[in-house]
């Protein structure tokens, strides 16, 4: 059963535009949130996280909102550049199950 | 955040073997975690490293088959036993210096079994 789900598998956005990555998840009880970046033949980047008492947290073009009564969360890049062309993962946390779980992934596209 | 290093980087093995995965990490952390990316699939928890004691294991995921240590707060090792073609994937070793903290990857062991 997947609790996190990214329902995009690829995404392409111009140069300079926004991106936005979208993230579901079906479990209440998480209660801290991260999205990741994953480059061919490298590990996941940890990029920026949530946690579930706020709805927005914002670093540099990186903004992560969060939905808690839609069960959703998204990723926004502005502008976007071609160097952010890599698989974005989204991933949700419980502090009391003590486990994260993982998206599927999107692989975004900038293109130049 | 820490600093992650896995050996070894990718291996060719036959089914039927054993391979061994380190990972070492350049400061003490908390949470040693052990994930699996199959292709064109999201990251699968395998189990959590316990130091000092018996890892704790995922559903279907079982001790016989990846045996895990922890002797310390910085290293830790997964095998993958008695390999079959299924087995090829990439093995991640992560961790979280505290509880509440991000989850931190190392490059990933790339696994061949033919």
């Known amino acids: 059963d997947q609790q996190v789900k990214q329902n995009s598998p690829s995404l392409s956005v111009q140069e300079g535009r926004i991106s936005i990555l979208n993230c579901d998840y079906t479990?209440?009880?998480?209660?801290?949130f991260l999205w990741y970046k994953k480059y061919p033949a490298e590990g996941p980047t940890f990029l920026i996280s949530?946690?579930?008492?706020?709805d927005k947290n914002e670093d540099g073009r990186f903004t992560v909102f969060l939905n808690k009564s839609a069960k959703h969360l998204s990723l926004h890049i502005v502008p976007s550049q071609p160097g952010d062309s890599a698989v974005y993962f989204c991933a949700a946390y419980s502090f009391t199950g003590n486990q994260f779980y993982f998206g599927t992934g999107t692989s975004l596209t900038v293109i130049p | 955040s820490a600093v992650i290093s896995r050996k070894p980087s990718r291996d060719i093995c036959q089914r039927g073997t054993s391979l061994t995965i380190q990972c070492q990490v350049d400061s003490q952390v908390t949470m040693m975690f052990w994930y699996r990316q199959q292709p064109g699939q999201s990251l699968t928890l395998i189990a959590t490293?316990?130091?000092?004691?018996?890892?704790?294991?995922e559903s279907g995921f079982v001790i016989d088959k990846f045996p895990i240590s922890r002797p310390n707060l910085t290293f830790s090792t997964l095998t993958v036993s008695n390999m079959s073609p299924e087995d090829s994937s990439i093995y991640l070793c992560?961790?979280?210096?505290?509880?509440?903290?991000?989850?931190?990857f190392g490059n990933g062991t790339r696994l061949t079994v033919t």
């Open positions: 490293a316990n130091q000092g004691s018996e890892a704790t294991y």
């Open positions: 992560s961790v979280a210096i505290f509880r509440d903290s991000p989850l931190h």
């Open positions: 479990n209440s009880m998480f209660d801290y």
């Open positions: 949530i946690s579930s008492i706020k």
